[in-house]
T-cell receptor, first 111, second 113 residues
Framework: TQLLEQSPQFLSIQEGENLTVYCNSS?????LQWYRQEPGEGPVLLVT?????EVKKLKRLTFQFGDARKDSSLHITAAQPGDTGLYLCAGDNNAGNMLTFGGGTRLMVKP | NAGVTQTPKFRILKIGQSMTLQCTQDMNHNYMYWYRQDPGMGLKLIYY???????DKGEVPNGYNVSRSTTEDFPLRLELAAPSQTSVYFC????????????FGPGTRLTVL
C-alpha cells in the first residue's frame, strides 16, 4: 500500500504570512495532485505535477514535485483568509485507476 | 451541467439498518469513485468503476457494495450499518483515471447510532 503523509496536520497563521506544507512518501508516484477542500464541500483540484523537480505556480501558490517523485510541497505567499481550508495531496498508484490521498493539512488564516 | 450530485445530504441510521447513497454525474465520465472521509482526515477509497458494468474494490470496501448499470449512476449500498461507518461520503468522477481531474460531489454526512 502506498502511503502519503502530510505535515503539519494543522496550521494557524496570520494574514500576510508565508507557509509551506509537505507531502511525503517512501513510494514513487507517477504524478501527484493537490486539492483544496472547504468546509461542507468536496475537494477541488488545484494542480497536477508529473515530472520530478517540476515547479508550478498558481498565483500566490507554488507547488513542487521532488526530484525522486516521492514528495511534494505547497508554498503559499502572503496568505489570505480565503486560503483557509483543508489541503490534500493525492498520488497516482501507477496503475492509473485510483488515487491515494494523504491525511491533509488544515490551514486557518486569521485576518 | 450539474456536475456530480449526491443524495441525501444528511442521514441518521440505526445499527443494522441499510441504505443506498445515490450518485449521478452528467459529464459523461467513464470513471466514478466512492470515498469516505472521517473527521479531520483525508479520503479513503471504498470502490471505483472504470465504466458501466465494471466495479472494483478500493482500500476500505468491507461493509459496502456498489453497482454501475449506467454511465451516469454509481450508487453505494450499506447493508448492515455499523457505528464505524459514521463518516462523510464523497462520490467523484473523472473522464479517465490517473492524472485526470476528479470532480467531487458535495458529500453525504452519515451517522450510525
Amino acid at each position: 500500500t502506498q502511503l502519503l503523509e502530510q505535515s503539519p496536520q494543522f496550521l494557524s497563521i496570520q494574514e500576510g504570512e508565508n507557509l509551506t506544507v509537505y507531502c511525503n512518501s517512501s513510494s514513487v508516484f507517477s504524478s501527484l495532485q493537490w486539492y483544496r477542500q472547504e468546509p461542507g464541500e468536496g475537494p477541488v483540484l488545484l494542480v497536477t505535477v508529473v515530472t520530478g523537480g517540476e515547479v508550478k505556480k498558481l498565483k500566490r501558490l507554488t507547488f513542487q514535485f521532488g526530484d525522486a517523485r516521492k514528495d511534494s510541497s505547497l508554498h503559499i505567499t502572503a496568505a489570505q483568509p480565503g486560503d483557509t481550508g483543508l489541503y490534500l495531496c493525492a498520488g497516482d498508484n501507477n496503475a492509473g485507476n485510483m488515487l491515494t490521498f494523504g491525511g491533509g493539512t488544515r490551514l486557518m488564516v486569521k485576518p | 451541467n450539474a456536475g456530480v450530485t449526491q443524495t441525501p445530504k444528511f442521514r441518521i441510521l440505526k445499527i443494522g439498518q441499510s441504505m443506498t447513497l445515490q450518485c449521478t454525474q452528467d459529464m459523461n465520465h467513464n470513471y466514478m469513485y466512492w470515498y469516505r472521509q472521517d473527521p479531520g482526515m483525508g479520503l479513503k477509497l471504498i470502490y471505483y468503476s472504470v465504466g458501466a458494468g465494471i466495479t472494483d474494490k478500493g482500500e476500505v470496501p468491507n461493509g459496502y457494495n456498489v453497482s454501475r448499470s449506467t454511465t451516469e449512476d454509481f450508487p453505494l449500498r450499506l447493508e448492515l450499518a455499523a457505528p464505524s461507518q459514521t463518516s462523510v461520503y464523497f462520490c467523484a468522477s473523472s473522464y479517465s483515471g490517473g492524472l485526470d481531474e476528479q470532480f467531487f460531489g458535495p458529500g453525504t454526512r452519515l451517522t450510525v447510532l
